[in-house]
């Protein structure tokens, strides 16, 4: 068992080199994928447990000369880097292009922002292509690959046509549409991409509904049929099932108490004193439905002047994809709907809403968590949303209320959240003034069943679900195959 080296594949290393000046800076990548498997391999019991040796493969966006200067400075770590490099043309084409202006709009129900490009196509296979001759250098039989999301669709494939006796396990961050919206792609890359997932032993979803989409997908297009979630494809069995990825439950629980979480709190809560806080956070992002969320916030402020000048609502939107004009247009959009707000509903005295374009750091962020009264998550679509749960972990205090979009895969298991359409700012104003009145003791009960749940699920459950299952279905297969 100890003898087996896992290689985790994802687009982005964890870390990113930046180039200011002459000079080259390692800041750490941010995003639900890095801070999920980050913390599943910082528990070292774990990770000592099941493997002899990590290695985690990714672009890391600079040259191959830029990289050996930059891993220099890198922080030692449990894993070893294995960089992958294109040309910047390429990495353009399968990044900004393929990656996020075709699969991700397209798989979060954005048709009309769906751009169907041949070469940019051709750029997401090639650099596929750049990750499957970097892995076959170094994998061997007995190694386990993990790769993640929807950068590396067709990457399975291209290690089990090279490697037939690798263990693959391929987990999707995002959505899987249905197969009204999957075919819309055209015919070639339909096949291509669902033939590039099922290279993998075990194709992880967040929910039930992405893995029948899958499955549907799989029957209707490639005309394969599953018994209970196995498909049998070349020979090979290939599972299909559910894993919603969760967070590190007690470093956002015990984080309530760390010191720079307390002196955020206090700064906070001490600036709006007398004032209920409203608070979200998202990556700049069409999918996270924050001009429906300003206007229901506005249409509370009308619909409940009594709350003028009582209450605040913090917005923090962290710089994304800003190489993709539907990314910079929302800035601008958001920008102008928050001034005119802040100038038509605001006065000198008041500000409605304080915004602030950038990231911050866990312990701003845990402050901000645990100094608010509610926290306004409402996703148009969103594959997980990890906001969600570490605003439940960061409550030990078991005070505040999550109102939460239905159409965000985490509603599946936060049910006692007070699940919004996001489409619906009638109702999102509505729920807004509900939480904000809610007694202290409905707010306990909701919370404390959404802690019981994480606590259970936790990061590491999920990974330990996931290669349990991997685990399984390899040996399922062996029998199958002798047979
Ligand atoms: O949701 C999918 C995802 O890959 C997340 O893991 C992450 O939060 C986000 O997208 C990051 O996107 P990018 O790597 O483009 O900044």
Redesign the pocket.
């Known amino acids: 068992m100890k003898s087996r080296r896992l290689f985790i594949i994802s687009?982005?290393l964890p870390m990113t080199i930046q180039k200011e000046g002459n000079e080259l800076t390692v800041i750490p990548s941010?995003?639900?994928?890095?801070t999920a498997i980050n913390n599943y391999l910082k528990n070292s019991k774990a990770n000592a447990n099941e493997f002899s040796e990590t290695f985690w493969v990714g672009m890391p966006c600079c040259n191959p000369a830029a990289w050996t200067e930059a891993a220099k400075k890198l922080p030692r770590s449990k894993y070893t880097y294995l960089p992958v490099f294109t040309s910047s043309k390429t990495y353009d084409q399968y990044y900004n292009g393929f990656s996020?202006s075709t699969i991700w709009p397209l798989f979060h129900y954005f048709p009309s922002f769906t751009e169907y490009n041949t070469e940019n196509y051709h750029c997401y296979v090639q650099a596929n292509a750049a990750f499957a001759k970097a892995l076959i250098k170094y994998a061997r039989p007995g190694d386990v690959i993990w790769i993640h999301?929807y950068h590396l669709l067709p990457l399975a494939q291209m290690l089990r046509t090279a490697l037939p006796e690798l263990t693959i396990g391929f987990f999707l961050?995002?959505p899987f549409p249905s197969y009204e919206i999957f075919r819309l792609l055209p015919r070639k890359w339909q096949e291509e991409l669902l033939y590039g997932m099922l290279g993998a032993d075990l194709v992880g979803f967040h929910t039930i509904d992405y893995t029948a989409h899958f499955l549907q997908c799989v029957r209707m297009i490639l005309g394969l049929e599953h018994d209970m979630h196995v498909i049998e494809h070349e020979n090979r069995l290939i599972k299909v099932d559910v894993f919603p990825i969760s967070i590190d439950f007690d470093h956002f629980n015990n984080g309530y108490d760390h010191e720079q979480v307390v002196q955020t709190r206090t700064l906070i809560q001490e600036k709006f004193s007398h004032k209920k806080i409203i608070f979200s956070v998202d990556?700049l992002d069409y999918t996270k439905g924050v001009s429906n969320r300003l206007r229901a916030y506005e249409l509370f402020l009308q619909r409940n002047p009594q709350f003028k000048e009582k209450v605040v609502f913090i917005l923090v939107i962290v710089p994304?994809?800003e190489g993709i004009s539907k990314y910079t247009e929302r800035k601008k959009i958001f920008d102008e709907m928050i001034g005119k707000m802040n100038s038509t509903m605001g006065n000198i005295h008041w500000q409605p809403i304080i915004y602030q374009y950038n990231s911050v750091s866990f312990e701003e962020m845990v402050g901000l968590y645990t100094a608010c009264d509610l926290a306004l998550i409402t996703p148009l679509r969103d594959?997980m949303n990890l906001v969600a749960k570490e605003f439940v972990a960061s409550r030990k205090d078991k005070k505040g209320v999550l109102v939460l979009s239905e159409m965000a895969g985490a509603a599946r298991e936060l049910t006692s959240a007070l699940t919004i359409n996001p489409n619906d700012v009638d109702e999102v104003a509505d729920k807004i003034l509900e939480g904000l009145e809610m007694p202290e003791d409905e707010k306990m009960q909701r919370l404390e069943a959404m802690r019981n749940r994480l606590k259970q699920y936790d990061v590491q459950a999920w990974a330990v679900d996931f290669f349990n299952q991997l685990h399984q279905i390899k040996e399922k297969q062996r029998a199958f195959q002798v047979k």
């Open positions: 687009n982005r941010a995003g639900g994928l890095i996020n999301d961050h995002i990556r994304s994809r594959g």
